[in-house]
Each structure stands twice: as C-alpha cells, then as structure tokens.
C-alpha cells in the first residue's frame, strides 16, 4: 500500500511523516528512508538538510548561495543528499517494515540516484508514506491512495493512515513477513 501527502508549505507533511513514524517504529516495526528538514538562520529558511530514519545521519540537501543545480533561490547539494538518501532508502528496501520518503520534490528529483532509487521503492511491495511536492501531485496521485492535508485535516489524515498503515503491517506480520 501506498500513501501520498501533499499540500502548501508549512502545513505538516514533514511532520506527518515523522509521527507516523515514531508511532510504527514504537509499536515494534523498522522504519526506513529518510526526512527532510529546513535549517534556519535566525527566522530565515537558510537551505534543507536530509536525514535517514534508521540511522539519524544528516547531509545537506540545498542551501542557499551561489552554485548550480538551482532550485529558486536554492543551490542543490546533489553529493550531500546522496551521500545519506541513497544507502539510508537502500537499507529500507532491504530492512525496513515500511518506507517513508519525505519528499519528492524538484530538489531531489536533481539526483539521478534517488530517481533510481524512488524507482526501486516504487516497485517494491512494501508500505511507502511518501509526502510529495505540490507541483508533482498529478504524477503520484494514480499511484496510491493520495491526501491533500491542511491544518483542518492533518489529524484526521494522520489517524486514517496510521489505522491504514497498522492494517498493511498486521497482514505482513500474521504472513510470517515481520522480524
């Protein structure tokens, strides 16, 4: 099964992603892929930064300065988000009980490795709660069951995945599947 997240900016889907997270992983089941956070300086969004769900490391997603790839005001750092995206979705298609991806958006469709990598996920039979950039809805929403969330539902959406996703890991669980 997969879940798809979108909305405006600031609404929560990174925090979503996150709580659905801590509450799958306390509940026994290996959470993977990764998390992606703004880095602020002072009350300014300075640039994002990636972080692995199983491990905790960090690397720089963009940042803002001079450099190419751009993405607005932008620069980025195709190494930096590699570096820990790559091995930390790798290890969720192997290891993990379901695969959170946050986000696909147009800064890390700038790495051809994690369009390969997403490509992989897709094609897997594991759980997948993916937030998605709002400009790429149209291309995600036909691929699973897809939420638009606003600071009106963000409970609701927040519950009926969870109850969802706890569905989806029972079923593996009683097929033998959980470690």
């Known amino acids: 099964m997969r879940f798809f ?25 290996k959470v993977g892929g990764i998390i992606t956070q703004e880095i602020r300086t002072g009350p300014k969004r300075s640039g994002f930064r990636v972080i692995a769900l199983d491990t905790g490391e960090i690397g720089r997603l963009a940042y803002v300065g001079q450099g190419y790839p ?12 590699d570096r820990v995206a790559i091995p930390a979705i790798s290890r969720a298609l192997r290891d993990a009980d379901i695969i959170i991806i946050d986000e ?14 997403l490509g992989l996920v897709l094609k897997s039979e594991k759980p997948l ?13 036909p691929l699973g069951r897809y939420y638009w969330l606003t600071p009106e539902n963000r409970n ?12 989806v890991l029972g079923r593996n669980e009683n097929a033998g599947n959980k470690a």
């Open 5 to 29: 997240v979108s909305g405006m900016p600031g609404v929560g889907k990174t925090t979503l992603a996150k709580r659905i997270a801590d509450e799958i992983r306390r509940e026994g089941y």
């Open 70 to 81: 751009r993405v607005g005001r932008y620069v980025v750092d195709i190494e930096g988000f």
């Open 104 to 117: 696909i958006g147009p800064m890390e469709f700038k790495s051809n490795e994690f369009l390969k990598a």
């Open 129 to 141: 709660l993916a937030t998605v950039h709002r400009k790429l809805v149209d291309r995600y929403r």
């Open 156 to 167: 609701e959406v927040f519950a009926e995945i969870l109850m969802e996703i706890r569905k």
